[in-house]
T-cell receptor, first 112, second 111 residues
């Protein structure tokens, strides 16, 4: 089975802090994704990566950056956290582009 | 208009009922169709994956795709309380497009 592991289930941070969310997959997948999920807005794509050191903006990249130094690890960075970034963050991976994405259990992030 | 429309529910059914969950879409280029199940405070879990039109069955679950009507369905037979979750449809084209999700339908199966 595919395993996508997000480092924290719950995280509380202060406004202005730099926040790191980590994601690791164990299936040698090429593609990795970061989404946020909010009530009434569904899943929205923040960034994705199709190879090591490669990244592409999704629909809502403002206020976020990403890093993919190793194939199995994809990090989401909130440069200066704000309260409107309080959300559920979901990481996903897929082996190739036309195969389904597999998700981690999410990080529920609260910015106070 | 959203590319993918899904009734958010909530949908409440008695145990043993047949459940029908549906999504409509506007982009005729979509070729890959998925259904995910998401339990509360967990990530989405892939349930069904189909390419192009037709039916696919897996145990109590059947996925249908009608491309002419731009309509996909997930049927759950003999529904169980453990099926209570939010069900998300998702779809994409075959040209490297992004995965587009529906809003999700919240399902509750009562014992």
């Amino acid at each position: 089975d595919v395993k996508v592991t997000q480092s924290s289930r719950y995280l509380v941070k202060r406004t202005g802090e730099k926040v790191f969310l980590e994601c690791v997959q164990d299936m040698d997948h090429e593609n990795m994704f970061w989404y946020r999920q909010d009530p009434g807005l569904g899943l929205r794509l923040i960034y994705f990566s199709y190879d090591v050191k490669m990244k592409e903006k999704g629909d809502i990249p403002e206020g976020y950056s990403v890093s993919r130094e190793k194939k199995e690890r994809f990090s989401l960075i909130l440069e200066s956290a704000s309260t409107n970034q309080t959300s559920m963050y979901l990481c996903a991976s897929s082996p190739v582009w036309d195969q389904p994405q597999h998700f981690g259990d999410g990080t529920r992030l609260s910015i106070l | 208009q959203k590319e993918v429309e899904q009734d958010p529910g909530p949908l409440s059914v008695p145990e043993g009922a047949i459940v029908s969950l549906n999504c409509t879409y506007s982009n005729s280029a979509f070729q890959y169709f998925m259904w995910y199940r998401q339990y509360s405070r967990k990530g989405p879990e892939l349930l069904m994956y189909t390419y192009s039109s037709g039916n696919k069955e897996d145990g109590r679950f059947t996925a249908q795709v009608d491309k002419s009507s731009k309509y996909i369905s997930l049927f759950i037979r003999d529904s169980q309380p453990s099926d209570s979750a939010t069900y998300l449809c998702a779809m994409k084209n075959n040209q490297g497009g992004k995965l587009i999700f529906g809003q999700g339908t919240e399902l509750s199966v009562k014992p």
